[in-house]
């Protein structure tokens, strides 16, 4: 099975930062990572997995509204590489959190998921 590979989760304090990154280090991602659609996506124990930010092959990003101004979703396709820089994170932030891939063909890719914590 093909995956993306997460890493940067952890714990933080209310108002400090983490990046996540999420690396396609399949021979496939070679191929499909510039013209995908990029997103990273949370999951709260007991909820369902919501979207978090979205990046398309022509650079445009989404928000969902409780990230807007604190996260920042970036992508490298050359490296095929994707980012979330999250700054001011709350409480409310803590989640596992997801890097998903939509390939141009409508195929989607999942991290394995990191988790994030913030907590005093």
């Known amino acids: 099975q093909v995956v993306l590979e997460e890493s940067g989760g952890g714990l933080v304090q209310p108002g400090g930062s983490l990046r996540l990154s999420c690396e396609g280090s399949?021979?496939?991602?070679?191929?499909?990572?510039?013209?995908?659609?990029v997103g990273w996506y949370r999951q709260i124990l007991g909820m369902q997995r919501e979207l978090v930010a979205e990046?398309?092959?022509?650079?445009?990003?989404t928000y969902a509204d409780a990230v807007k101004g604190r996260f920042t979703i970036s992508r490298d396709n050359a490296k095929r590489m994707m980012y979330s820089q999250m700054n001011s994170l709350k409480p409310e932030d803590t989640a596992v959190y997801y890097c998903?891939?939509?390939?141009?063909?409508?195929?989607?890719?999942w991290g394995q998921g990191t988790q994030v914590t913030v907590s005093s």
């Open positions: 990046s398309s092959s022509d650079g445009r990003t």
């Open positions: 399949d021979i496939i991602f070679s191929i499909i990572f510039g013209s995908a659609i």
């Open positions: 998903k891939l939509e390939s141009r063909g409508g195929t989607d890719y």
